[in-house]
């Protein structure tokens, strides 16, 4: 499974990528908005993380509600997969998703980055 591909017509997108980034942890940017071409994988993966995408900064959402958004709703624990393979976790903002109960549950960074994720976008 593979990143995807940055289109090479938007590399210039990623000129200020630190400081989005540096901005999206102080809670002051909604995403990072970087183009990427996620047609490759399975469509599944795709739909998952495409919808993740659509979640806004200052919100969470659960592994279910995903699951139902991509239209298998009792596939809360793959979509939990999908999230724990995240190639680009900033991007696709995975630390977005919780448990069903608004636990945070897994993230690539652990769960004190998750949180403070959260925290800065005012999510927490």
């Not at 997969?81 to 690539?108: E, K």
């Amino acid at each position: 499974m593979g990143l995807g591909a940055i289109e090479p017509a938007r590399e210039a997108d990623l000129a200020d990528l630190p400081e989005r980034i540096c901005a999206l942890a102080s809670g002051r940017y909604d995403n990072l908005a970087v183009h990427v071409d996620w047609n490759i994988g399975p469509s599944f993966r795709r739909e998952v993380l495409e919808e993740t995408l659509r979640i806004p900064s200052g919100q969470t959402r659960t592994y279910g509600w995903l699951a139902e958004r991509v239209g298998r709703p009792r596939a809360a624990r793959a979509v939990g997969r999908v999230m724990a393979t995240n190639p680009l976790p900033l991007v696709v903002p995975c630390h977005r998703v919780v448990g069903s109960n608004g636990s945070l549950t897994g993230y690539g960074g652990g769960l004190r980055m998750k949180e403070a994720l959260l925290k800065a976008e005012g999510a927490l």
